[in-house]
């Protein structure tokens, strides 16, 4: 699910102007060795752009095929049957060929969280999952207690299915539900109904600790009082965890071309976030990110690694990989279409695009996710990731103090209220020159 801006609020009036201090970060004692390079210098000049310390690494594994393609969803997901068992195998064993080829830009690092996206990850059976765990954890070192979040929908559910990927060695499910009332699932093109919704649900609580439900809002010809049924919904199951995203317009789809009729207003769609805000913290989800919601020791890692810059390595069609060495940060793709992806993972030439993060780039890299977090980012952290001084944030950090968009306490900076409200603006303001 992409996580889309939310609508703005009337201008509130401006803060006075703040003092800032931003401090040269030593990143840990000099001469301390990075975790998993090679001993750097002591000290690093202000825009050297060399890591001393490789961010934590997370694995990110895409299985592209849905039963319908959503007319809202820009991922690379394509519409077909349910693959067979031989297209799943083969498959299977072009994301290992994938990894494989990997390796040898994350030896010695431990993954941290692995996710497994889509598409509709829960159309392959569990007893594929349980295979490509298996081949996963025979060819890198995952953290002992390594979340392994796999996205399922209930339009492929069926009794059981859920406990069997727990079984197969998922941690953690996150299941899309979007709406629990049938006339809005189908504007939105989804495959299941509202019963299916809550039986998938119901499964997901018996078979996992930790579970996600996806939310949508502002969805064509939604009111607050049909908001809350469906807060009311999901609500009563007590979920860990709750992702509630804004109906955007995204370019490249169906809805980009003929978009749906009686969208509410900016207005009414703040109301609505208002709402879920309130009734969230009413029944004890506290909201770490934009979209994000959960309950003490349910967030999720895979995300939050995302959102504080840290590494991902990105295996399937069209996965999206971010790299850290101490001298360069590497962006990759791989090939979208699946059979071509499949074909060019068994010649071992699966990146379809490598690409530098220009260290000028690399300040509005970091803080773009990182004012997603309603706790804010360190500018240790920024330092580490970027292996930049955070003095050349300065400019950008003062303007938005300034502007009431952005709280600094020391070597910690957050969004404030407003900054939340107008995070799209928030985060230009670190954009390059």
Not at 193 to 209: I, K, M, R, V
Not at 388 to 411: F, H, I, T, W
Request: charge should be negative; glycine fraction near 6%.
């Amino acid at each position: 699910m992409s996580q889309p801006s939310s609508p703005r609020r009337p201008n509130p009036p401006l803060r006075p102007p703040q003092p800032i201090a931003i401090p040269v970060v030593p990143a840990r004692a000099p001469g301390q060795a990075p975790r998993g390079a090679a001993p750097a210098a002591p000290t690093v000049p202000a825009q050297a752009g060399v890591l001393v310390a490789l961010p934590p690494l997370s694995l990110y594994v895409h299985l592209p095929w849905c039963l319908r393609k959503c007319p809202y969803c820009d991922f690379n997901s394509h519409e077909s049957a349910p693959p067979n068992a031989a297209l799943q195998t083969r498959y299977r064993q072009s994301l290992v060929r994938d990894l494989e080829a990997a390796l040898p830009q994350i030896w010695g690092r431990t993954v941290h969280s692995v996710f497994i996206g889509g598409g509709t990850p829960s159309l392959f059976e569990p007893e594929q999952v349980e295979a490509l765990l298996a081949d996963i954890r025979a060819r890198l070192r995952l953290e002992p207690a390594c979340e392994i979040t796999l996205e399922a929908n209930p339009g492929t559910f069926e009794a059981q299915r859920f406990a069997a990927y727990a079984k197969a060695g998922v941690t953690r499910l996150s299941v899309g539900v979007q709406s629990f009332n049938d006339r809005a699932l189908a504007a939105l093109g989804r495959v299941h109904d509202g019963a299916q919704a809550l039986a998938a649900l119901q499964e997901a609580a018996a078979s996992f600790e930790t579970w996600n439900l996806d939310l949508m809002y502002a969805l064509p010809g939604q009111a607050l009082e049909d908001l809350e049924r469906d807060l009311e919904a999901a609500l009563a199951l007590r979920p860990p965890h709750l992702s509630v995203y804004h109906l955007t317009i995204e370019p490249n789809t169906r809805f980009a071309l003929q978009p749906p009729p009686h969208l509410p207003d900016d207005d009414a769609a703040y109301g609505m976030l208002d709402h879920i805000i309130k009734r969230t913290t009413a029944a004890g989800l506290v909201r770490y990110e934009v979209s994000a919601f959960s309950r003490p020791g349910h967030r999720c890692i895979h995300n939050l690694n995302y959102w504080r810059f840290g590494d991902y390595l990105g295996i399937g069609a069209g996965a999206h990989s971010k790299l850290s060495f101490p001298d360069r940060l590497v962006r990759q793709v791989r090939w979208r279409e699946p059979r071509a992806y499949m074909e060019a993972a068994e010649g071992e030439q699966a990146v379809s695009n490598e690409t530098l993060i220009a260290v000028d780039d690399r300040p509005f890299e970091f803080m773009l996710n990182g004012l997603r977090l309603i706790d804010g980012v360190s500018l240790r952290d920024f330092y580490e990731r970027t292996g930049l001084n955070a003095a050349v944030l300065e400019p950008a950090l003062r303007r938005a103090v300034v502007e009431g968009l952005l709280v600094q306490d020391g070597l910690h900076v957050q969004p404030s209220a407003r900054g939340l409200d107008f995070l799209s603006d928030l985060q230009a303001l670190f954009l390059p020159a």
